[in-house]
């Protein structure tokens, strides 16, 4: 029988402190790594986690990065997603931003630089007031355990009254070349008054050991503010990654945020808005188009503590061979907020007979004067709609691929930029054999 390893982890975290000893950061790594002895890692008996078995990803004896990181350039380039060219890239490796190797396009209204180098000065106020503020929402050993090993995470403030006009880029690799890799990439972001960015994720793994990416993003947003959140999954195989993306609407500003995963390992996505003024407004999308043994797990909140808050949410799934494909969204209403529009719907075709998927839309609602809806579907193809392509010539495979491209544009269109937009389309074309 294969055993779960997590002792280990006491001498990584005690080196990690050790190497570390004026850092302004290890209280939060104490708290985190004193939860995590108490909580240990979650297991399918608890809810938030009955369907993703992450304890055994622990199978395995994960390094945890310390020291310097090194990569070659030319692997960074071939991580990037195409068209980044001209993004604010911040190169992350094994979970620690590398300044020498990022490149920062616009520096009027942004200011980028560890968090341990903002804490210790000019911004110290500020990440004592919003860093941390995710784990009154999560309460897991996973959580816990980002906050014990986060080492080179970065800080990020967008200027009042400042449009970003290329996108903050966070190019995740992760280098298993030597060995099983644990890694803990950790940013804040703050966005302040009349301010506008656009932040990318993606993802690399880069060697034939198994990676596990375990990252939380906190991200706060005031007053008539614009933040869009695009995270792109499509890893190798042996690349698996729990993240959170955290979302504070501390002032009135609207959010978008779309994921999409395409390839990797298990995978498991916390998508938190928390709407924490009146008549906020945020958009929730997913796309999740699943092969092989890829099992992706997505879990939602949109927490409504004002009135007049609109939240739309549409979440779209595809599995084929043996993926699964988990949605589990909670709309959230406190008695406090009255007169809120709530929506959410997940959709799932299964284009195999082994396949799994499982589906948990929730509205928890404790106010009276509010319009609130969820629902779910589970099928297959409309076979009226292939029915009617294949009576206009097209062959079976081409008509079902025809289909599958327009369920998952609904989700596709709501990505903003351009480059990334055709990125996605491009890997569906892929996926669907559908290439020029």
């Known amino acids: 029988m294969n055993t779960i390893h997590t002792d280990y982890l006491k001498d990584d975290f005690e080196s990690l402190l050790s190497a570390q000893p004026d850092s302004a950061l290890n209280g939060w790594r104490k708290e985190g790594f004193d939860n995590f002895?108490?909580?240990?890692?979650?297991?399918?008996?608890?809810?938030?986690?009955?369907?993703?078995?992450?304890?055994?990803?622990?199978?395995?004896?994960?390094?945890?990065?310390?020291?310097?990181?090194?990569?070659?350039?030319?692997?960074?380039?071939?991580?990037?997603?195409?068209?980044?060219?001209?993004?604010?890239?911040?190169?992350?490796?094994?979970?620690?931003?590398?300044?020498?190797?990022?490149?920062?396009?616009?520096?009027?209204?942004?200011?980028?630089?560890?968090?341990?180098?903002?804490?210790?000065?000019?911004?110290?106020?500020?990440?004592?007031?919003?860093?941390?503020?995710?784990?009154?929402?999560?309460k897991d050993g996973i959580y816990a355990l980002n906050t014990s090993f986060f080492d080179g995470a970065v800080f990020i403030l967008i200027k009042k009254n400042h449009t970003i006009s290329n996108p903050v880029y966070f190019n995740h690799i992760f280098d298993t070349t030597?060995?099983?890799?644990?890694?803990?990439?950790?940013?804040?972001?703050?966005?302040?008054?009349?301010?506008?960015?656009?932040?990318?994720?993606?993802?690399?793994?880069?060697?034939?050991?198994?990676?596990?990416?375990?990252?939380?993003?906190?991200?706060?947003?005031?007053?008539?503010?614009?933040?869009?959140?695009?995270?792109?999954?499509?890893?190798?195989?042996?690349?698996?990654?729990?993240?959170?993306?955290?979302?504070?609407?501390?002032?009135?500003?609207?959010?978008?945020?779309?994921?999409?995963?395409?390839?990797?390992?298990?995978?498991?996505?916390?998508?938190?808005?928390?709407?924490?003024?009146?008549?906020?407004?945020a958009h929730l999308y997913g796309l999740y188009f699943l092969k092989g043994h890829t099992h992706v797990d997505n879990h939602t909140l949109v927490d409504n503590s004002k009135p007049r808050g609109l939240s739309n949410e549409l979440y779209k799934g595809i599995m084929d061979d043996y993926s699964t494909g988990i949605f589990s969204g909670r709309i959230l209403v406190r008695p406090d907020a009255q007169k809120i529009d709530a929506y959410q719907t997940n959709n799932n075709i299964l284009i195999s007979d082994k396949a799994t998927v499982n589906t948990k839309p929730q509205l928890e609602i404790y106010a009276d004067d509010v319009k609130c809806s969820h629902g779910c579907t589970v099928g297959r193809l409309d076979e009226e709609a292939l029915y009617y392509l294949r009576t206009r010539g097209i062959d079976k495979d081409l008509?079902?691929?025809?289909?599958l491209k327009a369920f998952a544009e609904d989700i596709v269109n709501h990505i903003k930029v351009a480059s990334v937009k055709d990125y996605v389309n491009k890997l569906i074309a892929t996926r669907l054999n559908m290439e020029d």
């Open 178 to 281: 030597q060995n099983h890799l644990l890694a803990s990439p950790r940013s804040l972001v703050i966005v302040e008054e009349n301010a506008n960015v656009s932040l990318i994720e993606s993802y690399c793994t880069n060697g034939s050991m198994d990676s596990l990416s375990n990252e939380v993003m906190e991200v706060v947003a005031k007053d008539n503010s614009h933040v869009e959140v695009y995270r792109i999954q499509n890893d190798q195989p042996t690349g698996s990654h729990v993240g959170t993306t955290h979302i504070r609407q501390v002032g009135k500003c609207f959010v978008n945020t779309v994921v999409v995963s395409m390839d990797g390992g298990m995978i498991r996505n916390n998508t938190n808005v928390i709407m924490e003024k009146e008549g906020n407004e």
């Open 399 to 403: 008509a079902q691929a025809m289909l």
């Open 37 to 138: 002895t108490k909580l240990g890692l979650p297991t399918l008996k608890n809810e938030f986690w009955k369907y993703t078995g992450v304890a055994r990803l622990f199978v395995k004896d994960y390094g945890v990065p310390g020291g310097e990181c090194t990569i070659d350039e030319s692997i960074i380039k071939k991580a990037a997603i195409p068209g980044s060219e001209d993004f604010n890239q911040l190169v992350i490796i094994n979970g620690k931003y590398i300044p020498q190797y990022s490149n920062i396009q616009e520096t009027e209204g942004i200011e980028i630089c560890s968090l341990d180098e903002a804490a210790k000065g000019k911004y110290h106020d500020v990440v004592q007031e919003y860093f941390g503020k995710s784990g009154l929402f999560l």
